[in-house]
C-alpha cells in the first residue's frame, strides 16, 4: 500500500531513495517518484521551482522505479535530503500526475504519503475556496497545500505548521514532508500507517519499512500515532508528540540482514521464500517441549491455568492468507481442545457484532502486523473484554504493540507479493498452540503431545524432500497452465489447503482458480468441468480418515472430463490410476498435512505463474500490506 522513504544527511540521497524504493515496491508499484532539495536549480525537469536559496527538484514516472531510476539519472539531480515514494494507487488512475511527491502551490513543499486521508474531499474545497491549486486527483495533495497555508500562519516554523496540519488529517496515513526553506530537515508522522525511522554517522532516515535501512542501521525506532519526528542532516533526530512535547522513543534491533532482503541468487522471491521454509518450521517449532516436565511451553501467555480452563469460545480473526491459516488452526484446535472456533474474515468481524465475553480468546494473525482491518478487529476486540493474541511475523509492527500477547512466527521478512513461508509458519504455530490448549486443559496427555510434537520435527525434512524433485509438479503445472479456471477440492484440513492453493495460484497466475469441499462439489460447481477444456482439478488427497470420500469425488471429476493434478501419499498406487497427474508427499499425520501438502500448490502456483510470462513477486494490483481498509 504505497512505501515511503526519506532521507537527509552529508551523503547523495539520490541512492538511498532510490535502493530504499526498490526493496519497498513490493508494496505498490504502478508510479513512483522523488523530491530533492538542491542549493540551486540544477534541474529542468517538470516540478522544479525556484526562490532564493534551496530549490525543490521532483521526478516521477508512471510504471515500476525501474523507470524512475532512469528517469533520475537523465535529469541529473542530486541532492543530500529527499523523500520518495511508490505507489499503490487508491485516490486518480495511474499516472505520472498522480504519481507522488505532491507539492503546494509554491512548488517548495513536497510530501509523500501511504495510507488514505478521509477527509480529503473536504479540504480540498477549503483550499480551493482560499486560492490553491490542484495538480492531482489524489488525497495526498491536501497535505501540501494544508502545511503551505499552516506555514504561513505559524510565521515559518515547518515543524508547527506540520503538527497543526496533522490535527486537521482524518484517515490513514505516513507522511514525510520536506521544505525548501529547511533544506537539510524531514519532517515524519503517522496515523495507523507503517513508519520506521533510524540513524547512522552519514545522516536520519525513515521510510515505510524496514529493509529500505537495514544497509544503513538495524537500530530503529517507531513513532505512535501523530507523533513528529523531525530528521536533521547530522543524523539527530526530534520527537514530539501530538501536544508539541518532546519524548525518547524506544530503540529496537532488527534481527535478520540485508542478505535476507535479497534474492541470494533464486530467480525470485518467491522461489527463495518457499526455499527457505524447512528452515522456518525448523525455528518456529523449535524449543517449545520441554522433555523435564514432558509438556509444551508457551512462556508469552500471560493466562492462568483458570483463565485457560474458561476459555469458551476463540475467534480467529484474520485476511487473505492469514485467513487460511486461521481455517486450518481451528480444526486443530476444536478437535483437541474442544474450544468452538469461529474463523472471520477481519474486514467482516470489524463491522459485524461478534459475541465477545471476558471468557473469548481473539487470536488475529497477521504476517505484516500492519492489515488495516485485522488492527480495528483487534481493537474491537479488547474493548469488549476479550485477551487478544496476535500472531505476526514483524515483531515491533502494530499489532505487537495492540495485542496483549504476541507470538512470532519465525518466518523472518517476507518480500514477494504472495505469502508463502509466513503462512506454513503461521500454520505450525497454530499446531502448536492448540496442542498446548489441549494439554492445558487435560485433554491430551504429555505423551500424546510428545508425540505429535515429535512428528512436526520431521516436517522441515519432509519439506526439503518435496523441494528436492519438483518434476512431476512443473509437468503438472504446464498442462494446466493454457487453462481458463481450475478447481480444487479436500476435505477436512486438505479443503482448507485449497483454498489457500486456489488464492496462490489465481493471485500470481491470473488463472481464475476456486476451492471447494469435495463433498460440495456435485451440489453445484461440478457445473464448471467442461470436457473440451479439460479443466484443471487439484485434489488434495493424502492419507486421512476421508481418503476413500476423495478417490470417489475424483472419479467424479474424471468422469466428467475434468484433468485431475492429485498431491497424494507416497506409496499410494491406487490413485495414480485415477489421477492424470500425481503429486506425491511423504506421510504424516493428517493434522500435519496441511504444512506438507501447501508446498507442492505453491510450487504448482509458481510454475504455472511462469509459465503465463506473469511476474511472481509483484502480480497485478496487489501490494504486500494492505494499510488501508
Ligand atoms: C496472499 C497474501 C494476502 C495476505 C493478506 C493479509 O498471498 O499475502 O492475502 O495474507 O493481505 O496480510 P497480513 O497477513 O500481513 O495481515
Not at 536520519?204 to 542532516?233: C, F, G, M, N, Q
Request: aromatic share 6%; glycine share 8%; proline share 4%.
Amino acid at each position: 500500500m504505497c512505501g515511503i522513504v526519506a532521507f537527509t544527511g552529508t551523503a547523495d540521497a539520490r541512492s538511498f531513495l532510490l535502493a530504499g524504493l526498490a526493496r519497498l515496491e513490493y508494496r505498490g508499484y504502478d508510479s513512483a517518484g522523488i523530491a530533492l532539495v538542491q542549493p540551486q536549480a540544477a534541474s529542468q525537469e517538470a516540478g522544479s521551482a525556484g526562490g532564493t536559496g534551496a530549490v525543490l527538484e521532483v521526478v516521477r514516472r508512471k510504471g515500476k522505479v525501474a523507470s524512475l531510476v532512469e528517469a533520475v539519472e537523465k535529469s541529473g539531480v542530486a541532492g543530500t535530503c529527499g523523500i520518495g515514494h511508490t505507489r499503490w494507487a487508491t485516490h486518480g488512475v495511474p499516472s505520472e500526475e498522480n504519481a507522488h511527491p505532491h507539492c503546494d502551490c509554491s512548488g517548495r513543499i513536497a510530501v509523500v504519503h501511504n495510507g488514505i486521508i478521509e477527509n480529503y474531499a473536504h479540504l480540498k474545497v477549503e483550499l480551493i475556496e482560499k486560492g490553491h491549486v490542484f495538480a492531482s486527483q489524489t488525497d495526498t495533495e491536501v497535505v501540501a497545500h494544508l502545511v503551505e497555508e499552516n506555514y504561513e500562519a505559524h510565521a515559518g516554523d515547518f515543524t508547527e505548521a506540520v503538527r497543526a496540519t496533522v490535527a486537521q488529517l482524518s484517515g490513514s496515513f505516513a507522511l514525510a514532508i520536506l521544505h525548501a526553506n529547511h533544506p537539510d530537515t524531514i519532517i515524519v508522522t503517522r496515523n495507523d500507517s507503517p513508519l520506521v525511522i533510524g540513524s547512522y554517522e552519514g545522516g536520519a532516515i525513515a521510510a515505510s519499512d524496514t529493509p529500505a535501512l537495514i544497509d544503513k542501521t538495524r537500530e530503529i525506532s517507531y513513532i505512535r500515532d501523530r507523533d513528529l519526528a523531525v530528521l536533521h542532516s547530522d543524523g539527530s533526530i526530534e520527537f514530539f508528540d501530538p501536544a508539541g512535547e518532546p519524548f525518547t522513543p524506544a530503540i529496537y534491533h532488527i534481527e535478520w540482514s540485508l542478505e535476507q532482503a535479497e534474492k541470494g541468487g533464486y530467480p525470485d522471491f518467491m522461489l527463495k521464500e518457499i526455499s527457505e521454509q524447512p528452515r522456518v518450521i525448523r525455528d518456529t517449532i523449535a524449543n517449545r517441549f520441554d522433555r523435564k516436565t514432558c509438556a509444551l511451553q508457551f512462556d508469552e501467555l500471560p493466562l492462568t491455568d483458570e483463565e485457560l480452563a474458561d476459555i469458551d469460545r476463540i475467534y480467529v480473526v484474520a485476511c487473505g492468507t492469514s485467513y487460511h491459516a486461521g481455517l486450518i488452526g481451528k480444526d486443530l484446535i476444536e478437535n483437541w481442545a474442544r474450544i468452538p472456533v469461529e474463523v472471520d474474515v477481519a474486514s467482516e468481524f470489524r463491522y459485524g457484532n461478534p459475541i465477545i465475553s471476558t471468557n473469548t480468546l481473539v487470536i488475529a494473525i497477521s504476517q505484516s502486523g500492519e492489515t488495516a482491518d485485522t488492527l480495528e478487529a483487534v481493537r474491537l476486540a479488547r474493548r469488549a473484554g476479550a485477551h487478544v493474541i496476535a500472531l505476526t511475523n514483524v515483531m515491533g509492527s502494530r499489532i505487537t504493540q495492540e495485542a496483549q500477547t504476541v507470538l512470532n512466527i519465525k518466518a523472518n521478512i517476507e518480500i514477494a507479493v504472495a505469502a508463502t513461508k509466513s503462512f506454513l509458519a503461521q500454520v505450525a504455530l497454530l499446531t502448536l498452540l492448540g496442542l498446548y490448549l489441549a494439554q492445558e486443559r487435560l485433554l491430551l496427555t504429555g505423551a500424546q503431545v510428545r508425540e505429535i510434537y515429535g512428528e512436526m520435527k520431521q516436517l522441515p525434512g519432509q519439506i526439503e524432500q518435496i523441494l528436492s524433485d519438483t518434476a512431476a509438479i512443473e509437468a503438472a503445472a504446464d498442462a494446466c497452465a493454457e487453462a481458463q479456471t481450475a478447481l480444487f477440492i479436500g476435505r477436512g484440513v486438505g479443503a482448507t489447503t485449497c483454498y489457500e492453493g486456489a488464492l496462490k495460484l489465481k493471485e500470481i497466475s491470473y488463472l481464475h482458480a476456486e476451492a471447494f469441499s469435495a463433498g460440495e462439489i456435485k451440489h453445484g460447481p461440478i457445473a464448471l468441468i467442461d470436457p473440451d477444456a479439460a479443466t484443471p482439478v487439484v485434489a488434495v488427497a493424502t492419507q486421512s480418515s476421508t481418503r476413500d470420500k476423495m478417490l470417489a469425488n475424483i472419479e467424479e471429476m474424471k468422469a466428467r472430463g475434468a484433468r485431475i493434478v492429485a498431491v497424494a501419499t507416497e506409496g499410494d498406487e491406487r490413485i495414480r490410476e485415477l489421477a492424470d497427474h500425481v503429486i506425491y508427499i511423504p506421510p504424516t499425520r493428517e493434522c500435519l498435512s496441511p504444512i506438507t501438502a501447501s508446498v507442492p500448490l505453491q510450487l504448482f502456483a509458481r510454475f504455472i505463474a511462469l509459465a503465463r510470462g506473469c511476474d511472481v513477486d509483484q502480480p497485478r494490483n496487489l501490494a504486500k500490506s494492505v494499510t488501508v481498509e
